[in-house]
């Protein structure tokens, strides 16, 4: 199963070290003090573009609510990193969207997906997204113990395009604390279920 350097070269913007082990750890202990519920899922076409609602088929994950200086924190630290997207996606990023604090336990999963698509009737909020992040709070093991998971890896698929060559994708990537890890918004993504041990993310879109 590859590692993260392995998506530098497909095109993904890659940082193995955005956050230490002790600020990964620090945020694993706020986030399982906070207090969780179901994440929604997006609305898509055959829904009608309603508002968000639960799909545990599609969606199986907590959203944990923070305190605000945390979310400050962390958001001041990916905006730091904005001028390196822009200049490694060559787009001109406004800003990033309020981060989601993600939990997956064993059994959680989220399937296929997008986090933007071009559709007037979908939401505003959504179709502006440019670049999709996630933050990895923990990592992929052969066996999970109390700071490990097994399974839940991030998978990309579809195409990337290098230059004039186009690169079929069905990549599993490997998660590792502190990563970040940067894709356009439009890559189709799953996290795929979690065979055991609980795993710990951060996501955002720069839009």
Same mark, same amino acid.
């Given at each position: 199963?590859?590692?993260?350097?392995?998506?530098?070269?497909?095109?993904?913007?890659?940082?193995?070290?955005?956050?230490? #082990?002790? #600020?990964? #750890?620090?945020?694993?202990?706020?986030?399982?003090?906070?207090?969780? =519920?179901?994440?929604?899922?997006?609305? =898509?076409?055959?829904?009608?573009?309603? =508002?968000?609602?639960?799909?545990?088929?599609?969606?199986?994950?907590?959203?944990?609510?923070?305190?605000?200086?945390?979310? &400050? *924190?962390?958001?001041?630290?990916?905006?730091?990193?904005?001028?390196?997207?822009?200049?490694?996606?060559?787009?001109?990023?406004?800003?990033?969207?309020?981060?989601?604090?993600?939990?997956?336990?064993?059994?959680?999963?989220?399937?296929?997906?997008?986090?933007?698509?071009?559709?007037?009737?979908?939401?505003?909020?959504?179709?502006?997204?440019?670049?999709?992040?996630?933050?990895?709070?923990?990592? *992929?093991?052969?066996? &999970?113990?109390?700071?490990?998971?097994?399974?839940?890896?991030? =998978?990309?698929?579809?195409?990337?395009?290098?230059?004039?060559?186009?690169?079929?994708?069905?990549?599993?990537?490997?998660?590792?604390?502190?990563?970040?890890?940067?894709?356009?918004?439009?890559?189709?993504?799953?996290?795929?279920?979690?065979?055991?041990?609980?795993?710990?993310?951060?996501?955002?879109?720069?839009?």
């Amino acid at each position: 199963m590859p590692r993260a350097e392995f998506f530098t070269r497909l095109g993904f913007y890659v940082d193995p070290r955005f956050l230490d #082990a002790a #600020a990964c #750890a620090r945020l694993r202990a706020v986030v399982q003090a906070a207090p969780a =519920t179901p994440a929604a899922v997006v609305p =898509t076409l055959a829904d009608k573009y309603q =508002t968000t609602f639960l799909k545990e088929e599609v969606r199986k994950t907590d959203v944990v609510a923070v305190p605000a200086e945390v979310q &400050a *924190e962390v958001t001041a630290r990916l905006m730091a990193v904005k001028p390196e997207l822009e200049r490694h996606f060559g787009l001109s990023l406004v800003g990033c969207q309020p981060l989601d604090f993600l939990v997956y336990h064993e059994g959680y999963h989220f399937k296929r997906h997008v986090d933007s698509y071009d559709n007037p009737a979908a939401p505003g909020w959504f179709r502006e997204r440019k670049v999709s992040i996630s933050v990895f709070l923990n990592g *992929e093991a052969d066996e &999970a113990d109390g700071c490990s998971y097994t399974g839940g890896s991030l =998978t990309f698929h579809g195409q990337v395009q290098r230059g004039a060559q186009t690169i079929p994708l069905c990549f599993p990537m490997i998660g590792e604390a502190g990563l970040l890890v940067g894709f356009r918004s439009d890559q189709q993504h799953e996290v795929r279920p979690i065979t055991s041990g609980t795993r710990y993310s951060i996501v955002t879109w720069f839009y």
